[in-house]
DNA sequence: TAATAATAATTGAAGTTTATACTATTCAAA
DNA sequence: TTTGAATAGTATAAACTTCAATTATTATTA
């Protein structure tokens, strides 16, 4: 293990963090894309599916906050839904210049096969660790994604 | 705070973690992403000028495994670093298939001016956590990670 | 009310990403 | 030693991603 202080203390302290943050989230990332993709969806097809499937109607710019994504993105995979068939845009009648999107009822059925299945799954992955672990670790990160997140974006 | 539970104790925990995970990096990544982009890189090419400034002379094959990522990607990756004069491509004398990959002098350059500046950006970012906490979270996550990583492929 | 500003979504360009197929090179074995 | 398998990297297509520019609609304000 390497323990060399190359950047002073706090420096490597936080570096390590982040090295591992986003090791963990990679490795994760990438056996739960290939499980979606099982499906015949990519994984932020599913991640709208299951956005709508779980809070019902939203508009792109409810689901682009949701996700963290730009607009122009979230157009995108919503076309692609589209095709397939999954989702459905209707204007939203007070505000013409939004645009809600709905599962179909195709969608609908896609997403109640998938989702116990892949959160199985996940479950599955995560339970490497212990109970207390999981809930010690979902604290930590939930006070850093939350802090950082409300960090000004002009702090340098 | 939502504490209903829907699918079962032990899967709402880990769906839990994963959420938490997910959303601590992407709200780190996307900061990250913008710093980096002040210096007129994307964050994948960073990552190569990165490995490259700290491990020297790297194989295609040897940048994919360090970023868990395609060769075809790094292919392309690598390709836009060469157009910017950042890095070089080698045949290795002993084994003519493999590619090396260094910085140039201007590349090498750049990651001096870059690499300081970004590191204190993510320590700024990461000490909202205290340093206790900051340990505590990277030992847990490199557990996770690594365990799911040995994880076979096929088990589902 | 008419001009201007703000908001919501889309489009287009450039880059990233994966999977698949392909080329070149090396290794193994009949 | 020649055939066949494995390895390293590249080319291609389809989808994702961002930013900037554009269109349509709504809100503001002079």
């Known amino acids: 293990m390497k323990t060399t202080k190359k950047y002073g203390k706090k ?10 943050l986003s090791r963990a989230f990679a490795v994760i ?3 739960a894309t290939e499980d979606i993709a099982k499906y015949g969806l990519t994984e932020p097809q599913f991640c709208v599916l299951e956005c709508l499937g779980h809070l019902g109607q939203l508009s792109i710019g409810e689901l682009t ?8 993105n979230m157009t995108v995979v919503v076309n ?4 397939e068939g ?16 709905q599962l179909t009822a195709k969608g609908s059925k896609k997403f109640d ?18 109970e207390k672990e999981q809930s010690d670790l979902a604290k ?10 409300q960090l000004n974006h002009n702090t340098k």
């Open 80 to 83: 692609n839904l589209e095709k």
């Open 65 to 72: 906050r949701k996700q963290l994504v730009s607009a122009g």
């Open 113 to 130: 096969e998938i989702f116990l299945n892949h959160a199985k799954y996940i479950t599955h992955l995560i339970s490497v660790l212990t």
């Open 140 to 149: 930590l990160l939930k006070k850093l994604g939350l802090i950082v997140q």
């Open 29 to 31: 990332n990438k056996k």
């Open 11 to 20: 420096t490597d302290l936080a570096l390590n963090l982040w090295v591992k």
């Open 86 to 101: 999954l989702v459905e845009r209707s204007r939203e009648p007070g505000n013409r210049r939004v645009v809600k999107v």
